[in-house]
């Protein structure tokens, strides 16, 4: 069972009060519950729903699309790496091989000590800076082996 903080509820009724369909606004506030809550579970996935009068399926189909939602419970800090053409051609799997031997991390793989997830993207809209990844809601492009341990070692 999700416990909705008063913050969240009041966040989504003022992007829904926006729009004419709150269908609209489905995105924003599956954004919202990930950013407060780390992951969907299927309770967010049903609050979200019921918020917005929008179906299960509809809310589970929309969610399940994008690669940056979450469907399990993640660390505390969601790595999202680049591996796509551009970035793989600046080098980023050399990026995923400095975050198995620095950290012990996999595609899809929490940390023992909760610190790190990974997830692999297929493209985060940043080509002209690749190699690039997202820690968090944060962005960092341009990466190398370096720069990619240095960043991390900001996030405890
Ligand atoms: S291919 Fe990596 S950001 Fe586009």
């Known amino acids: 069972m999700v416990v909705l903080n008063q ?6 009724n003022r992007i829904k009060s926006k ?3 709150s269908r609209s606004c489905l ?3 599956l954004y ?4 407060e809550y780390g992951w969907l579970s299927p309770e967010a996935l049903e609050a979200v729903g019921e918020i917005l009068n929008i179906p299960k399926a ?7 699309f994008y690669a940056m939602f979450s469907h399990k419970p993640t660390g505390r800090h969601l790595i999202q790496l680049c591996t796509n053409v ?5 080098g980023g799997e050399r990026l995923l091989d400095v975050l198995r031997e620095q950290y012990g991390l996999e595609p899809n793989i929490t940390t023992p ?7 692999i993207m297929e493209c985060i809209g940043a080509c ?11 962005f960092h492009g341009n990466l190398t082996g370096e720069k990619v341990i240095d960043i991390l070692e900001k996030y405890k």
């Open 58 to 64: 509809t809310v589970k189909g929309v969610s399940t």
């Open 113 to 119: 000590d909760n610190r790190f997830s990974l997830v």
């Open 27 to 29: 995105l924003p506030a």
């Open 7 to 12: 913050k969240v509820l009041e966040e989504i």
């Open 32 to 35: 919202i519950f990930q950013r």
């Open 128 to 138: 002209d800076t690749a190699p690039a990844m997202l820690v968090d809601t944060d």
């Open 19 to 21: 729009y004419h369909d």
């Open 86 to 90: 551009a970035c793989m051609l600046m």
